[in-house]
């Protein structure tokens, strides 16, 4: 079993932090002065623990994303490769999906999101897809998602589309490709209605080999964080602004190697 903290209720900062800094142009400086250390708790209010009871044969193992719906959980289980759904107690409801590379099975399931009409989509990083399922357990439809993709959410504005982040390749003014944080929006049938963001992708081979994207909405504006590199982007949907913010320092040092004596 598995002892979680079930939050319910967060405080965002909107405003500046120490140490952050945000340049309009398409491009990111990183920070030139670390600002003081903020405590992630300052940010959560803990209302309750609820002792989860997974099956004695499906324990869980690795906790990808959780997707609160109504009063339950879905636990995103990356390493069992599949879903665990339970209700506000800690009881075991049922799971979705198992292993394998079939519709309605998962390889390495790793983020997901409530949706509108009663439905979850959870994105397959193994598999390349997003797939759609109801609260009742049952699986919908799934399709490809292009590129490489860390992250989903639903729209703020509750339509039913749904925004995947990732890394694409982006053709820039010397026609060279490179690979630049995009967001992209998804209508149900997994069209793509909208394609933004134009940051680019980390410079350093460290935070380009160890980098990833999570996200979130906040009103008009995605948020997406890249792990590893200290890098927030951001994009306004409503005005197509986007600019980003570098907070710290790097979190790597770079190798230096002994000289070669011979």
């Given at each position: 079993?598995?002892?979680?903290?079930?939050?319910?209720?967060?405080?965002?900062?909107?405003?500046?932090?120490?140490?952050?800094?945000?340049?309009?142009?398409?491009?990111?400086?990183?920070?030139?002065?670390?600002?003081?250390?903020?405590?992630?708790?300052?940010?959560?209010?803990?209302?309750?623990?609820?002792?989860?009871?997974?099956?004695?044969?499906?324990?869980?193992?690795?906790?990808?994303?959780?997707?609160?719906?109504?009063?339950?959980?879905?636990?995103?289980?990356?390493?069992?490769?599949?879903?665990?759904?339970?209700?506000?107690?800690?009881?075991?409801?049922?799971?979705?999906?198992?292993?394998?590379?079939?519709?309605?099975?998962?390889?390495?399931?790793?983020?997901?999101?409530?949706?509108?009409?009663?439905?979850?989509?959870?994105?397959?990083?193994?598999?390349?897809?997003?797939?759609?399922?109801?609260?009742?357990?049952?699986?919908?439809?799934?399709?490809?998602?292009?590129?490489?993709?860390?992250?989903?959410?639903?729209?703020?504005?509750?339509?039913?589309?749904?925004?995947?982040?990732?890394?694409?390749?982006?053709?820039?003014?010397?026609?060279?490709?490179?690979?630049?944080?995009?967001?992209?929006?998804?209508?149900?049938?997994?069209?793509?209605?909208?394609?933004?963001?134009?940051v680019p992708q980390a410079a350093h081979r460290y935070e380009r080999i160890f980098g990833g994207s999570a996200m979130a909405t906040v009103g008009s504006v995605v948020v997406s964080g890249q792990q590893r590199s200290n890098v927030i982007v951001h994009y306004d949907r409503r005005t197509g602004r986007?600019?980003?913010?570098?907070?710290?320092?790097?979190?790597?040092?770079?190798?230096?190697?002994?000289?070669?004596?011979?």
């Amino acid at each position: 079993a598995a002892l979680f903290s079930l939050v319910i209720a967060a405080t965002f900062v909107t405003g500046p932090i120490p140490g952050c800094r945000s340049d309009q142009a398409r491009s990111y400086r990183g920070s030139e002065q670390p600002g003081n250390p903020v405590p992630l708790e300052s940010f959560f209010a803990t209302t309750v623990d609820v002792q989860l009871q997974p099956p004695p044969n499906d324990p869980i193992a690795r906790v990808s994303a959780l997707i609160p719906v109504g009063g339950s959980i879905f636990v995103v289980d990356s390493r069992q490769a599949n879903v665990k759904h339970f209700d506000y107690r800690g009881r075991h409801l049922r799971t979705l999906g198992r292993p394998g590379n079939g519709p309605g099975e998962f390889r390495r399931p790793y983020a997901g999101t409530s949706l509108n009409r009663g439905r979850i989509a959870v994105l397959d990083r193994g598999r390349g897809v997003v797939s759609l399922w109801d609260t009742a357990g049952t699986f919908i439809d799934e399709w490809n998602a292009d590129g490489d993709a860390w992250d989903i959410a639903a729209a703020p504005d509750h339509d039913g589309r749904l925004i995947v982040v990732g890394s694409l390749n982006a053709q820039d003014s010397s026609t060279a490709a490179t690979r630049r944080v995009r967001f992209r929006e998804h209508d149900v049938t997994g069209a793509v209605g909208t394609t933004y963001g134009n940051v680019p992708q980390a410079a350093h081979r460290y935070e380009r080999i160890f980098g990833g994207s999570a996200m979130a909405t906040v009103g008009s504006v995605v948020v997406s964080g890249q792990q590893r590199s200290n890098v927030i982007v951001h994009y306004d949907r409503r005005t197509g602004r986007d600019w980003a913010a570098a907070i710290g320092t790097a979190w790597y040092r770079p190798i230096e190697w002994p000289e070669d004596d011979g």
